[in-house]
């Protein structure tokens, strides 16, 4: 397993679109993006399930980030889209090896990227 690296942070204006990137490894279970602000916690984005594709989202990004994975390039995706000012954070990707586990807790991703800063202004 190679940790995951993301790309594809910046900034941009509210309202504003960014696409991050993410590697992925081969055999990994799911794969999930959190953010941080400084002095919050971790707090859960978005995730995949590898097998089934299927996807989950925090409520606070529904209906703007898109997850998303290739699996010819094992790469994931985190399309953001109406970015808002509170969208400001460092992302990180992780991935989880075990089948079957939560994808909103944290503590159930096993590899985690460096982080890529996200700046929304106004």
């Known amino acids: 397993q190679v940790q995951p690296v993301e790309s594809g942070g910046g900034l941009v204006q509210a309202g504003g679109s960014l696409r991050l990137s993410c590697s992925r490894s081969?055999?990994?279970?799911?794969m999930g993006w959190f953010r941080q602000v400084p002095g919050k916690e971790r707090e859960f984005v978005a995730a995949?399930?590898?097998?089934?594709?299927?996807?989950y989202y925090a409520d606070s990004v529904k209906g703007r980030f898109t997850i998303s994975g290739d699996n010819a390039k094992n790469t994931v995706y985190l399309q953001m889209n109406s970015l808002q000012r509170e969208d400001t954070a460092v992302y990180y990707c992780?991935?989880?090896?075990?089948?079957?586990?939560?994808?909103?807790?944290?503590?159930?991703?096993?590899?985690w990227g460096q982080g890529t800063q996200v700046t929304v202004s106004s």
């Open positions: 992780a991935a989880q090896i075990y089948f079957g586990r939560s994808l909103v807790e944290r503590a159930s991703y096993n590899y």
């Open positions: 995949i399930q590898w097998s089934s594709g299927n996807t």
């Open positions: 081969f055999g990994t279970a799911a």
